[in-house]
Structure formats: structure tokens, C-alpha cells
Nanobody, 120 residues
Framework: QVQVVESGGGLVQAGGSLRLSCAASGSIVSINAMGWYRQAPGKQRELVAVITSGGSINAGDSVKERFSISRDNAKNTIFLQMNSLKPEDTAVYYC??????????????WGQGTQVTVSS
């Protein structure tokens, strides 16, 4: 079983910055990719950014100029640096890890989410 834990959310004024962290642990052979999704009240969960073990990045159009994702493979940890935050970035941010747990088994593990609130 794989556990994913996020940290770093909070309240910030528009134009400010926050840095989220996410660590995966448990029955991990290797991690194919880790990333962030977010869900605002009344809206569907949407992609923020995903990074593969090889360093390829896929980011949502609304954040790619302001947010950056990075990783520390040795610690099974990723980071999301969020700059120039806007009120519309307010959401619960979820971390996800696509993990190989054995030679033939994979697991997608989600964190509990961390609240990011941007005030105008």
C-alpha cells in the first residue's frame, strides 16, 4: 500500500506565492509519475501539473506560466511552486502518485488534499 501526504497549503493574498510539497511512502518499487490536481467548490477536479520520473512535465493551461513542478526522486517527493496566485486558484489541491508496487502491480494513490485559499 502507498501513502501520499501533502503539505504547504494555506491562505495567501492575490499576487502572493505558496509552495506545496508531497511525499509518497510505503510499498514502492518505483514511481512512474507524480502530480497535482485541484478541485474548487462546485467544479470538477482538474489537472494542475504532473511530472514523470524522467522529468517530463504536463501542466494545465491556466497555471503553466505561474506554477512550476519539481521532484526529488531520491525522497519520492514533489513540489509545486505557485506564484502570482489569483482568487480563482482557490481549491483543494490533491497529490497523486502512479507507483509500481511489485513486478506486475501498479497503484494510483491520492493524498487527502490541502486547502489553498487566495484572497482578493
Amino acid at each position: 500500500q502507498v501513502q501520499v501526504v501533502e503539505s504547504g497549503g494555506g491562505l495567501v493574498q492575490a499576487g502572493g506565492s505558496l509552495r506545496l510539497s508531497c511525499a509518497a511512502s510505503g510499498s514502492i518499487v518505483s514511481i512512474n509519475a507524480m502530480g497535482w490536481y485541484r478541485q474548487a467548490p462546485g467544479k470538477q477536479r482538474e489537472l494542475v501539473a504532473v511530472i514523470t520520473s524522467g522529468g517530463s512535465i504536463n501542466a494545465g493551461d491556466s497555471v503553466k506560466e505561474r506554477f512550476s513542478i519539481s521532484r526529488d526522486n531520491a525522497k519520492n517527493t514533489i513540489f509545486l511552486q505557485m506564484n502570482s496566485l489569483k482568487p480563482e486558484d482557490t481549491a483543494v489541491y490533491y497529490c497523486v502518485a502512479d507507483v509500481r508496487t511489485s513486478e506486475r502491480s501498479f497503484e494510483r494513490a491520492w493524498g487527502q488534499g490541502t486547502q489553498v485559499t487566495v484572497s482578493s
